[in-house]
Every structure is written in C-alpha cells, then in structure tokens.
C-alpha cells in the first residue's frame, strides 16, 4: 500500500457498543457485531493504527442493520453484521471521502435466520 502512487486512506469501523482501538467514554455492552468482539486491544494493532493516523468510527447498531438490509435489498448479499459495519461507515462519511471507496465484505458468517431477524429491524430508510 505504501508504495503505490495513488493516495490510500484507510478507516476504521466499530460497533458504537463494543469500542476497542477508538476512544469511547461509554459503558460497553452487546453488539450485534459480534465478530469485532475483542476484551483487550492488541498492543502491536495499537501502534499501527496510532502511527498510521488510522480514523476508527464508531457505528451505531441501527446503521449495521441498515447495511445488512441495503446490501439484501440491492445486491442479495447476505451479508455478517460484523462486515455490513463497513458499509455503515462508509454511507454515513459518503460526503467526506475521496472516491474511489473501496469496503471489504466478508462471508456469510450468520445464519440465514438470524440474517431476517436482524434486517427485519433495521430502521425504514
């Protein structure tokens, strides 16, 4: 990345309920993100973010759901909360970030169940 001459920006995502590398005042508590679940930051993950200048949002549980629902919806991704967080970041900072966007989705790491459960209550756009 480092060498490439295209400027790269990288960000960060957690789950407003489950910060670890972002700063937060807050009382932690369940996440539907639970694949971002981690009780002690890593040290070495620390520093990489700190000397890189990595910003680390913090996303609210209706704007992942509304992420899973989006992604259903358009492209018929049934997409983990943990990855549809992604997407909410970049939605939500779409004014502020120099296109082109690149989000990382990942796999299907949630039951097909649990996947209508949740986007059934995500938030009407």
């Known amino acids: 990345m480092r060498q490439n001459p295209a400027p790269v920006r990288l960000y960060g995502c957690e789950p407003y309920n489950y910060p670890k590398y972002a700063r937060f005042d807050h ?7 639970d694949g971002l679940i981690l009780e002690t930051p890593h040290p070495a993950v620390q520093r990489a973010i700190a000397d890189a200048g990595v910003t680390i949002a ?3 549980e209706a704007d992942i759901r509304t992420a899973m629902a989006d992604l259903f919806a358009a492209q018929g991704l049934v997409v983990e909360p943990s990855s549809a967080i992604t997407l909410a970041v970049a939605a939500a900072r779409a004014g502020e970030l120099d296109e082109p966007v690149c989000v990382v989705l990942t796999g299907e790491n949630i039951a097909r169940d649990d996947h209508r459960r949740l986007i059934a209550a995500a938030p009407e756009a």
């Open 27 to 33: 009382a932690r508590s369940a996440t539907i993100a």
């Open 58 to 60: 913090l996303t609210a």
